[in-house]
């Protein structure tokens, strides 16, 4: 015959199970918040490591030319937007690799190949000019850069300069004188592209008289700037392949570049005009075309 416990005793056993499944629920909690949930102090980590390369500074070309005849206007704006695009394509490598190499790696891997590629550039610009004018000399004395490791925020621009569309992008490394983009994106959608066509704008570089030394950096700013607007209109042009009526490409691509665009042109021409001759009828090269 079974004995029955006392009451006292009942009592005990139900505060145990009680408390047993009490920490059996706060372990499974625990388990499952340390799972699911990212802790704050690894993105504040992440966010730091990021931060921690430092930037990348570079000597200003740009304020450094004498005046540009028109013959070389065009080369030389390719080159110096080439510039830029060294010194940001040095940066996302100086991200990228964080914690390689020893001592030395910057300086090996990234600052050292820099500066050579801003030899040959910055070459290309001196020999530009120099087919039509004196050719600049000393120039190479502004191809090193340094390295701010104090990770303080930056663009990395070359120093004294705004070269960078004001968009906040840069053009293509293989930027030409002609500011046709190809309405290819970078995620590789051939197909869409095809279908969409390309957007071709009249070159402003090569229509531009001889700029004054310091209205150099403005139109190149403005004139990277008017690539960029041409890059961002093809991209539009091929996320929207299908939509609107007969003229939607009109009304929503095409019209608002060519204002885009004018306004552009005509920051051009100012900056020209405040020490120069300013040039006229240049309004004529904001419209853009759409080719098939």
Known sequence: MSRALPKYNKRRVAIIGGAAAVALSGAVIAGTALAGTPSKSSGDNARTLAASPGTITCPDVASQLPAIPASAQAEVTRNLTLLQTQIDEANKRLVDTVGQGGDNFVQNAILGPLEDKRIATINRIATAIGRTADKPQGLDALAPCTLNADGAA?????????????????????????????????????????AAGTITCPDVASQLPAIPASAQAEVTRNLTLLQTQIDEANKRLVDTVGQGGDNFVQNAILGPLADKRKSTIDRIAIAIGRTADKPTGLDSLAACTLTK
């Open 154 to 194: 930056g663009s990395g621009a070359e120093t004294g300069t705004d070269t960078g569309a004001d968009t906040g992008t840069g053009a293509e490394a293989t930027a030409t004188p002609s500011e046709t983009a190809s309405a290819a994106d970078d995620t590789g959608a051939g197909a869409d592209a095809s």
